[in-house]
């Protein structure tokens, strides 16, 4: 794989055919897919969300929450980053959004790719974030593991991390900017299923 750099993953965004999901009945999110650096090499901020949140709990996640009023994606998308792991930064940092993703849970979700560079230290909110993971690329730009349900006719999506795996919404996420940003390929993962524990 070529050397990843902020001009190579923001080419490949800015040139990314985006597919909005147009359901205004549902609830607005965002989320952050927050690139930082560590040793010259792009790596993705994923959290651990808290153990005490009512929904999700423990579950890994990207940063982002529920649009306030007024807002749109990406405003939304740099607030819950700042909140949630102490991250503060300009629209300027931001290189484009992907494509809507419909979650279960009855929200359409927007992922607003960021450029952070090297972060020092994270000032995690200790109310929704157990622990914040700069994952390399290199790690995440792997083949997802596919598992067949009986309550869907679409595969369950799960990405390796850690010893464990990263469930959809947030698998389904991250495997479509890896496949942009490691690879130049545009992939659709509308069609990726959730586990049924993510449903509600």
């Given at each position: 794989m070529a050397a990843l750099d902020r001009n190579a993953v923001a080419e490949r965004v800015a040139g990314f055919p985006r597919m909005a999901a147009e359901r205004p009945e549902l609830k607005q999110a965002a989320v952050a897919l927050c690139v930082t650096e560590q040793d010259d090499a792009p790596t993705l901020v994923i959290t651990r969300r808290a153990p005490g949140l009512r929904a999700h709990a423990g579950q890994w996640a990207l940063p982002g929450g529920r649009l306030d009023d007024g807002e749109g994606p990406v405003e939304a998308a740099l607030r819950e980053l700042h909140e949630e792991i102490g991250v503060d930064l300009g629209r300027n940092a931001v290189l484009g959004l992907l494509d809507d993703y419909v979650t279960r849970s009855g929200y359409v979700m927007t992922p607003v790719v960021c450029w952070a560079g090297p972060v020092e230290e994270f000032a995690g909110?200790?109310?929704?974030?157990?622990?914040?993971?700069?994952?390399?690329?290199?790690?995440?730009?792997?083949?997802?593991?596919?598992?067949?349900?009986?309550?869907?006719?679409?595969?369950?999506?799960?990405l390796?991390?850690?010893?464990?795996?990263?469930?959809?919404?947030?698998?389904?996420?991250?495997?479509?900017?890896?496949?942009?940003?490691?690879?130049?390929?545009?992939?659709?993962?509308?069609?990726?299923?959730?586990?049924?524990f993510a449903w509600r």
């Open positions: 909110s200790d109310s929704e974030v157990a622990a914040v993971f700069e994952v390399p690329l290199t790690d995440l730009d792997v083949d997802p593991v596919f598992e067949a349900i009986p309550e869907s006719e679409s595969p369950v999506i799960r390796p991390l850690l010893g464990g795996f990263v469930h959809a919404p947030t698998a389904a996420v991250v495997h479509q900017f890896c496949r942009i940003a490691c690879r130049g390929e545009v992939e659709r993962v509308a069609g990726y299923e959730q586990p049924v």
